[in-house]
């Protein structure tokens, strides 16, 4: 069976589950007792859902470094995407079961980079210029988390996602799974990474507001945390292996 179809196939399979948990958690919502029932579950809170996510994200990537056959192929695919889906599924549950939280809205915009900076990377592998522009991404996720949210907290403005990230998010698993359709990335797939690392700094910049701008880009790098310059600097050394090879 050709690889695209086996993508394709998984990516249709992981879609329809999804949409029929929704449909059942929207006829579950109408039962007072059962919502009290799935609030009450530690493995039904948007944070656990996050972390269940996250975990089916990285069994998918362990299934697909040793496939061996079609068949772990379409289970690491199918994975992949239903946990790509389930990136909406916390924020739904939270909604509609009234289970929204501080934390939560701190977690997860942190488990979709966790989720979606690896793989973007192995896809990007041995490319320089596809290599590039995920350390570009990453440098804005980096800012963005830690110095934009970080700023917005202090000054008590909202430091909820925008449409740019919204966005991004989706965008970033579509490339992976468009890569994965192929043995050897395609050279065209170097305008998704552009998409994708466009959206990301937009998201960055747009995150403060524009009567607020002036005053954050004079702090910007105060205090930078130690992690993020870290991974600027080991984003630097990649690019350049990347670059000798």
Known sequence: MARPIIVIEASLLA?????????VLKR??????????????????????GYERTTMMF?????????????MLFTAVFLFVLAALF????GFVA?????????????????DKINALPPMLYCSLWDFWRMFLWLTMLIADLIGE???????????????SNRWGKFKTPSCFTTVVICVMFATTPK????????????????????????RRKEFSENLWDNIPGPTEAMVIMGMCLTKVVRRK
């Open 15 to 23: 879609i329809g589950i999804f949409l029929l948990i929704i449909i």
């Open 28 to 49: 579950f919502k109408r039962n007072e007792k059962i919502v009290n029932f799935l609030r009450s579950q530690w493995w039904f809170q948007p944070n656990a859902i």
């Open 59 to 71: 069994l998918s990537w362990i299934l697909f470094f040793l496939r061996n056959g079609h068949g």
């Open 87 to 90: 990136d909406s599924l916390d």
């Open 95 to 111: 909604r509609n079961f009234n289970l929204v939280t501080p934390e939560g809205k701190r977690l997860d915009p942190i488990l």
């Open 146 to 160: 830690f110095r934009v949210r970080k700023w917005l907290s202090d000054q008590s403005l909202e430091t909820s």
């Open 188 to 211: 065209w797939t170097i305008y998704l990474f552009g998409l994708c690392t466009v959206l990301s700094v937009m998201s960055c910049l747009m995150k403060v507001p524009r009567g």
